[in-house]
């Protein structure tokens, strides 16, 4: 129970600063970023959820942490290489899609665009956050929410005096996800007596893919910018898009070759 509220807290400070220095309007916009995420936390929930008994069936059968590394790195992997190519494809279609959709929410996608990437980092640690559950490990898993959670409120709180609005709260959430995702996977692998250099491989290959693909999704709009008042927003759109899927290729074809995204999904074992 005490985890669930810290999560919640984690995940709420934020929004609970912008209503209580800005205000309501703000708050909305604020929260697209949240909106258009919500379908991919689901993915991330619904993966750690069904892969925790697996998690506890391992760890049952033979009382050794070391047996649970691979149910953390393989669900890692394939998760963020997945989610990290859905991330840059909204993130460039996200000025249309709320122009269509939530047409009042426009101001708010700079701060969407910012937060989606943080909110990567926070739904990819629940396979770390299943180890330590799993090993009875729940008082240093508290610790680091409450860590993660008091940075949250420490980076919002400077963003909003400093005057950098709800953008600077969302890349103070951000960062505080951030870490958040870095210490209970850098701890879940330590309890796993996994050396630096395979906990780096991990770390590496989740942090590599997103910023891969950011990075591509940030030159794209550089070099062609979307204008949605543009009579061919819808042209340039698909380019970007295409292009995006084309220099994501390699990461794409891993997913599939093994099918590895849906055994996940299914909870099945090994991939």
């Given amino acids: 129970m005490l985890i669930k509220k810290l999560s919640k807290g984690l995940t709420t400070i934020d929004s609970l600063l912008i209503l209580k220095f800005l205000d309501a309007r703000s708050l909305g916009?604020?929260?697209?970023?949240?909106?258009?995420?919500?379908?991919?936390?689901?993915?991330?929930t619904a993966s750690s959820s069904v892969m925790y008994p697996r998690f506890a069936e391992q760890y049952g059968k033979t009382g050794d942490p070391r047996s649970l590394k691979r149910y953390i790195t393989v669900p890692m992997e394939v998760l963020s290489s997945a989610m990290?190519?859905?991330?840059?494809?909204?993130?460039?279609?996200?000025?249309?899609?709320?122009?269509?959709?939530?047409?009042?929410?426009?101001?708010?996608?700079?701060?969407?665009?910012?937060?989606?990437?943080?909110?990567?980092?926070?739904?990819?640690?629940?396979?770390?956050?299943?180890?330590?559950?799993?090993?009875?490990?729940?008082?240093?898993?508290?610790?680091?929410?409450?860590?993660?959670?008091?940075?949250?409120?420490?980076f919002s709180f400077v963003a909003l005096k400093l005057g950098y609005g709800i953008e600077g709260v969302a890349a103070g959430t951000s960062i505080a996800y951030f870490l958040f995702f870095l210490t209970i996977s850098v701890m879940a692998m330590?309890?796993?007596?996994?050396?630096?250099?395979?906990?780096?491989?991990?770390?590496?290959?989740?942090?590599?893919?997103?910023?891969?693909?950011?990075?591509?999704?940030?030159?794209?709009?550089?070099?062609f910018s979307i204008d949605v008042r543009s009579s061919h927003v819808v042209v340039r759109?698909?380019?970007?898009?295409?292009?995006?899927?084309?220099?994501?290729?390699?990461?794409?074809?891993?997913?599939?070759?093994?099918?590895?995204?849906?055994?996940?999904?299914?909870?099945?074992?090994?991939?």
């Fill in 29 to 44: 916009f604020y929260s697209l970023g949240k909106l258009v995420f919500a379908p991919l936390l689901m993915v991330f």
């Fill in 84 to 154: 990290a190519v859905l991330v840059g494809a909204i993130y460039i279609a996200l000025p249309l899609l709320t122009k269509v959709f939530l047409p009042k929410y426009v101001d708010g996608v700079p701060a969407a665009r910012i937060l989606m990437f943080g909110l990567f980092f926070y739904a990819i640690s629940g396979m770390a956050g299943n180890m330590l559950l799993t090993i009875n490990k729940q008082v240093l898993r508290l610790w680091i929410l409450l860590g993660s959670a008091l940075l949250n409120f420490g």
């Fill in 190 to 223: 330590k309890y796993t007596h996994a050396p630096p250099k395979e906990t780096g491989k991990l770390l590496t290959h989740v942090l590599g893919v997103i910023f891969y693909i950011g990075i591509i999704a940030v030159l794209l709009l550089t070099f």
């Fill in 237 to 271: 759109i698909i380019i970007n898009e295409l292009v995006l899927v084309a220099c994501s290729s390699y990461i794409i074809y891993k997913l599939i070759q093994r099918h590895r995204i849906v055994e996940l999904i299914r909870g099945r074992w090994p991939f």
